[in-house]
């Protein structure tokens, strides 16, 4: 079994994480706090869905709740641009890394045998 960290779709929640500790900055000071507070936290559970399902015999269960984890972070996401408050390059950035996400988790999703 590989290594949580070394899974392509770890990799792309965490550069996710990251872009979106880089982005909170330009974002006005309520958002940052209520609705960016939000989605660093709906990002955290992610990867700690990630890294259970990684080591858990039954993933099903794991993996259905990652995927609603991006799709909340889709959400938030697009919430942010529509209020402004992200440079329109971090929002194609992290639709690129959300739509990766949502990709990996299926065919993860469809691989596992229960």
Sequence with gaps: MATYENL???KVSYDLLLLLFKSSKH???DYRYTLGESMKKELMTLLQNIYRANCATHKKE???TARENVEVIRLQFR???DLNQFPLRDF???NEYIESLSKQLT???RSVKQ
Aim: charged content about 15%.
């Design 92 to 94: 194609v950035r992290a």
């Design 27 to 29: 974002m006005q000071r």
């Design 107 to 109: 065919a993860w999703e």
């Design 62 to 64: 794991l993996l259905a």
């Design 79 to 81: 919430l942010c641009n």
């Design 8 to 10: 392509p779709v770890y």
